[in-house]
T-cell receptor
Framework: NAGVTQTPKFQVLKTGQSMTLQCAQDMNHNSMYWYRQDPGMGLRLIYYSASEGTTDKGEVPNGYNVSRLNKREFSLRLESAAPSQTSVYFC??????????????FGPGTRLTVL | GIQVEQSPPDLILQEGANSTLRCNFSDSVNNLQWFHQNPWGQLINLFYIPSGTKQNGRLSATTVATERYSLLYISSSQTTDSGVYFCAVRLNTNAGKSTFGDGTTLTVKP
């Protein structure tokens, strides 16, 4: 039982390049989330998927797209990376976004630097 | 949106000391979690505590939802307790979105 896994662990991009961050969970959770964490700050929600087939914007969605590929996988895409997107990206999952009483479990993070 | 304030922002303790971390939130919530982010960046679930009191070893937490705050107690602190402690809340009306505070950075000195 690996929990929530993310790939890659580290990535360096040049401005304008694109990339996709991958996330998978093996806990049979319905809801999945993408957050970013900037230095000295808490996590901010980028996008979330309450259930397979649905996605919704969070607090800071600009410059990102997401795909809920299936129940296990939720990817985050940067179409044209900018230095302001330099951050640590965390994926999380929870049993259900609809049932209000549930806790989130986090992956190890992806450290992204955009030059 | 909901505001989450954590205090103090920084805390330095001598090993063995006790501490209390506070999380205030601006609206009614039914989902609150405490996390520890260790020096390697990993987020570790400490408590899922929308109300009431829970204890796990040297750590305990209390949430008073009606008064919109939660407290995390660390007793007999150890150097391995160092890191950043976050609380995250979710509104009653919003099943999907959690809001994090900016965290309390704890340093425990030997």
């Amino acid at each position: 039982n690996a929990g929530v896994t993310q790939t890659p662990k580290f990535q360096v991009l040049k401005t304008g390049q694109s990339m996709t961050l991958q996330c998978a969970q093996d806990m049979n959770h319905n809801s999945m989330y993408w957050y970013r964490q900037d230095p000295g700050m808490g996590l901010r929600l980028i996008y979330y998927s309450a259930s397979e087939g649905t996605t919704d914007k969070g607090e800071v969605p600009n410059g990102y797209n997401v795909s809920r590929l299936n129940k296990r996988e939720f990817s985050l895409r940067l179409e044209s990376a900018a230095p302001s997107q330099t951050s640590v990206y965390f994926c999380a999952s929870s049993e259900s976004g609809i049932a209000l009483y549930n806790e989130q479990f986090f992956g190890p993070g992806t450290r992204l630097t955009v030059l | 949106g909901i505001q989450v304030e954590q205090s103090p922002p920084d805390l330095i303790l001598q090993e063995g000391a006790n501490s209390t971390l506070r999380c205030n939130f601006s609206d009614s919530v039914n989902n609150l979690q405490w996390f520890h982010q260790n020096p390697w960046g990993q987020l570790i679930n400490l408590f899922y505590i929308p109300s009431g009191t829970k204890q796990n070893g040297r750590l305990s937490a209390t949430t008073v939802a009606t008064e919109r705050y939660s407290l995390l107690y660390i007793s007999s602190s150890q150097t391995t307790d160092s890191g950043v402690y976050f609380c995250a809340v979710r509104l009653n009306t919003n099943a999907g979105k959690s809001t994090f505070g900016d965290g309390t950075t704890l340093t425990v000195k030997p």
